[in-house]
């Protein structure tokens, strides 16, 4: 859940705690340890430890296996041992990199695969990678969340419209600072890409100060306001 297992910053924790107790007042809520949230390779020392005393937030460890056919699978050093102990489980959902099931015939015989080893989106055969439910950089793919039928076995992704994005806009004229007007400057992260005479323009300089622009690139110069 945390980018740091060294450090965590007491507002965020209080910022976490408060979005998933609201949460979890809708539906349950399980939380799978990823390998940044475990303290070495103890899944028992963890940062999701401060949800764990909140109703209907459920922390697991190891793994858990849900309405028969779904397995819940933490992050761990033994993945292959820890998920051949169940059978007929048709949707894995785990922390590990899927690339740690060394056997294919364990790996396809899940109807399909949800992993959040990676923060960036992608398909691969019967595997899901989620990602980030949110952009954390420039350049990444459209975020969001992934809501999965469990009786048509049909998967379905919502974009994610309310967080902050990285967006690159290019200017080639004054005239298309116009462009801005358009654009939440104030709760997403706007980069520019112009010419190194526009920069210098001071007519441009005066009407960039009207918006809150994270950086200017300048063809191979990066200028930073």
């Given amino acids: 859940m945390f980018s740091s297992k060294q450090s965590l910053n007491v507002n965020v924790i209080n ?35 401060i949800l764990k005393n909140i109703n209907n937030i459920h922390i697991v460890t190891n793994n858990l296996l849900l309405k028969e056919k779904i397995l819940l699978q933490s992050y761990t050093n033994n993945l292959q041992k ?31 695969i949800y992993t959040g080893y990676n923060k960036e989106n992608y398909v691969k055969d019967n595997i899901k990678c989620v990602g980030s439910p949110y952009q954390t950089e420039p350049n990444t ?21 309310l967080n902050s994005k990285f967006k690159t806009i290019y200017i080639d004229d004054v005239k298309d ?28 300089k005066i009407k960039l100060t009207n918006y809150n622009i994270q950086n200017v690139f300048c063809k191979n110069d990066i200028i930073t306001l």
Wanted: charge should be negative; charged fraction near 30%; hydrophobic fraction near 35%.
């Fill in 82 to 112: 820890q998920i051949k102990n169940y059978d007929n489980v048709e949707y894995l959902i785990m922390s590990n990199n899927p690339e740690d099931i060394l056997n294919k015939e364990i790996l396809m015989s899940y109807k399909k």
């Fill in 15 to 49: 910022i976490a705690q408060n979005i998933f107790e609201k949460i979890s007042k809708i539906i349950p809520i399980y939380f799978l340890i990823g390998d940044h949230d475990r303290y070495s390779s103890n899944n028992n020392i963890n940062t999701l430890t």
């Fill in 141 to 161: 793919k459209v975020k969001g969340i992934i809501i999965l039928d469990i009786e048509s076995g049909i998967d379905k992704f919502f974009e994610n419209k």
């Fill in 177 to 204: 600072l116009e462009k801005l007007n358009n654009e939440d400057t104030e709760n997403h992260f706007i980069d520019l890409v112009v010419d190194k005479n526009l920069y210098n323009n001071i007519d441009f």
